[in-house]
């Protein structure tokens, strides 16, 4: 889900420290439970013309069923296409008006935790299907990770990576607390049948 600011205006008027501010804003405002999802939200282009911030579902898979109130977690519905596109228009309009240096142009921060709520959605039955059963709790890494194989089982490819600045990250708990997800795979066809048992590689 991209995000793209353009003028076709021969004045100076966007640019990075602009880029910058708008991405802080959308970090800050998506929900949060491991943090994940504001991880997922990168700045692919800022200058005099164009801004783009990218919410990716490579990381984030769920970030559409949050977005339009899918599933039992339906508080969130329109916080990116209302809350923070409102936001987004005021600060615009703002910078417009009155020229002025916005408030913050450094990296936003991530905080990656573990989460509240545990296992949710399709990450219950990714999780058993790779033999990880009764799993109580998960951290951001293990939600991005999870995220990752469901992105590609679904679109049949074997991306790794995303493109764009990334936040800056701290971790609430140690890296051992994460799932050993780093070579599973998941077949979209196996995926689908519940009774099989995945392998981690």
Partial sequence: MDFNITTDKDIRVLGKDLG???WNIAVSLAPYDTGALRKAI???????KNIK???NAFNAYYLHF???????ITKHKGFISELTVGNFV????NHFLTGKKPLITSKPM??????EQGPMFY???VLSYLGFKNVMTITGDDRTNISNLRFNAKNNTFRTKVGGLQTEVRRLYKKRDNINLRYAYLDERSYEQPQRVGTVI
């Avoid at 005021?90 to 309009?93: K, P």
């Avoid at 991530?110 to 989460?115: C, D, I, M, Q, V």
């Fill in 53 to 55: 911030i990218v919410y």
């Fill in 123 to 125: 990450e219950k039955k």
């Fill in 42 to 48: 990168t700045l692919n282009s800022a200058n005099d």
């Fill in 90 to 93: 005021e600060e615009i309009i």
């Fill in 110 to 115: 991530t905080t990656l935790r573990k989460s």
């Fill in 20 to 22: 910058m501010w708008l």
């Fill in 66 to 72: 949050l977005e339009e109130g899918q599933g039992p």
